[in-house]
């Protein structure tokens, strides 16, 4: 499974949007984009995920390059709630959750 | 959220002891997983089962083993415990539909 490289930490004001960047290079042409968040030490909590369109839900939105060695994780107001470590993986059955994001929402 | 239970949450148990750790899923989902979760290395895969009696090695999987006899149980189990062995244990899920996978509570394991 391909591997993402992520910065380990980003803050962002409340009530801004949080732009999460995830580099993932080596991804091949049917393993999709995912990503979660961790809360403290709770279990992961999905978000979303995409194969190559841009893709929204309730609690996020997903930019995926076109050459789709990159994706950007857009939470668009964040609030304090949204304080987490964002991790962005690739694959399918085997993947790897590498270091991720930790994202912390300022007031 | 997928029904997703482990068991014990919290176990403290010395060097060369053998420590089951369960996980239970009401699901029905065919895949499961167990990912141990260290400062500095995020989570990192041990061992998965993509059915019953079907099981496969992550990238750490030396000195643990599963068992899968049911879909909704997976059992990690440490033959005989070290120190390096402490850590956050999570297991998770998923149908195979899409792998967005579900996580359960996580047990924390101390072994001294």
């Known amino acids: 499974d391909a591997k993402t490289t992520q910065p380990p930490s980003m803050d962002c004001a409340e009530g801004r949007a949080a732009n999460l960047p995830c580099n993932h290079s080596t991804i091949s042409g049917n393993e999709y984009v995912y990503w979660y968040r961790q809360i403290h030490s709770q279990g992961p909590q999905y978000i979303i995920h995409?194969?190559?369109n841009n893709e929204t839900n309730e609690m996020a939105s997903l930019i995926i390059t076109e050459d789709r060695k990159s994706s950007t994780l857009i939470l668009p107001h964040a609030t304090l709630r949204d304080t987490a470590v964002y991790y962005c993986i690739v694959g399918y059955q085997k993947v790897t959750f590498g270091t991720g994001t930790k994202l912390q929402v300022i007031p | 959220d997928a029904g997703i239970t482990q068991s014990p949450r919290h176990k403290v148990t010395e060097t060369g002891t053998p420590v089951t750790l369960r996980c239970h899923q009401t699901?029905?989902?065919?895949?499961m997983y167990w990912y141990r979760q260290d400062p500095g290395h995020g989570l990192r895969l041990i061992h998965y089962s993509y059915g019953v009696k079907d099981t496969d090695k992550g990238e750490v999987s030396d000195g643990y083993s599963v068992s899968r006899s049911k879909t909704e149980d997976f059992l990690l189990t440490l033959e005989s415990a070290t120190s390096s062995q402490t850590s956050v244990y999570f297991c998770?899920?998923?149908?195979?539909?899409?792998?967005?996978?579900?996580f359960g509570p996580g047990t924390r394991l101390t072994v001294l």
């Open positions: 699901e029905n989902h065919r895949y």
């Open positions: 995409g194969l190559k």
């Open positions: 998770a899920s998923h149908s195979g539909s899409d792998n967005e996978q579900f």
